[in-house]
C-alpha cells in the first residue's frame, strides 16, 4: 500500500510537470489520435484540451503543406525511431501558424510495448518570422540592384 502511494504521487507530481511545463508537449495514440496536450500547447494553439483530446493530430492541426512529412515522421517514432528537431506548422484555432521545433519520441508502456509518440517542443514562431522578414527584404534589395538603371557600387 505504501508502495503504491508512492507510485501515485510520483504519477501525479509528473502529470503537472507536463501540464504546466512552459514548452509545448503533445502526444497521440498508435492511431494518431491527439491523447496529450498541455496547457502550452492550448495556449499557443488556441485548442483546450478538450477541444484537441482524441482528434487526429495531422489532419486537424498540422498545415497541410507538411501534412505528409509529419505523418511520416511520427509513423517512424511509432516504429521505435525517434525524430530531433523537426520543424512542424501548427494552424492555431484563429487560422493563424504556430512554427514548431519538435522532438518525437516513442511512447511505450510498462511493458515495452509502442503505444504511441510524445512531442516535445520549442515554439520558433518569433525567430522564424524574423527570418522570413529578412529574407523579404533581402529578395527586395536584389531585384532593386538587379533592375537599376545605374550602376550601383
Same mark, same amino acid.
Given at each position: 500500500?505504501?508502495?503504491? &502511494?508512492?507510485?501515485?504521487?510520483?504519477?501525479?507530481?509528473?502529470?503537472?510537470?507536463?501540464?504546466?511545463?512552459?514548452?509545448?508537449?503533445?502526444?497521440?495514440?498508435?492511431?494518431?489520435?491527439?491523447?496529450?496536450? &498541455?496547457?502550452?500547447?492550448?495556449?499557443?494553439?488556441?485548442?483546450?484540451?478538450?477541444?484537441?483530446?482524441?482528434?487526429?493530430?495531422?489532419?486537424?492541426?498540422?498545415?497541410?503543406?507538411?501534412?505528409?512529412?509529419?505523418?511520416?515522421?511520427?509513423?517512424?517514432?511509432?516504429?521505435?525511431?525517434?525524430?530531433?528537431?523537426?520543424?512542424?506548422?501548427?494552424?492555431?484555432?484563429?487560422?493563424?501558424?504556430?512554427?514548431?521545433?519538435? &522532438?518525437?519520441?516513442?511512447?511505450?508502456?510498462?511493458?515495452?510495448?509502442?503505444?504511441?509518440?510524445?512531442?516535445?517542443?520549442?515554439?520558433?514562431?518569433?525567430?522564424?518570422? &524574423?527570418?522570413?522578414?529578412?529574407?523579404?527584404?533581402?529578395?527586395?534589395?536584389?531585384?532593386?540592384?538587379?533592375?537599376?538603371?545605374?550602376?550601383?557600387?
Amino acid at each position: 500500500k505504501k508502495n503504491e &502511494n508512492a507510485i501515485t504521487g510520483v504519477a501525479r507530481e509528473l502529470r503537472q510537470l507536463v501540464d504546466t511545463a512552459n514548452a509545448p508537449i503533445f502526444g497521440i495514440d498508435k492511431n494518431g489520435r491527439v491523447n496529450e496536450w &498541455n496547457d502550452k500547447t492550448a495556449e499557443i494553439t488556441g485548442f483546450s484540451k478538450g477541444e484537441a483530446f482524441n482528434k487526429p493530430l495531422v489532419s486537424t492541426f498540422i498545415k497541410s503543406n507538411l501534412r505528409s512529412n509529419v505523418q511520416g515522421i511520427l509513423q517512424h517514432a511509432l516504429k521505435g525511431r525517434q525524430t530531433s528537431n523537426y520543424e512542424l506548422e501548427f494552424e492555431t484555432k484563429g487560422m493563424g501558424t504556430r512554427y514548431l521545433l519538435v &522532438n518525437a519520441t516513442t511512447r511505450r508502456d510498462p511493458d515495452g510495448t509502442i503505444v504511441g509518440v510524445v512531442g516535445v517542443a520549442q515554439d520558433v514562431t518569433e525567430a522564424k518570422k &524574423n527570418e522570413n522578414a529578412i529574407t523579404a527584404v533581402a529578395r527586395e534589395l536584389r531585384q532593386l540592384v538587379d533592375t537599376a538603371n545605374a550602376p550601383i557600387f
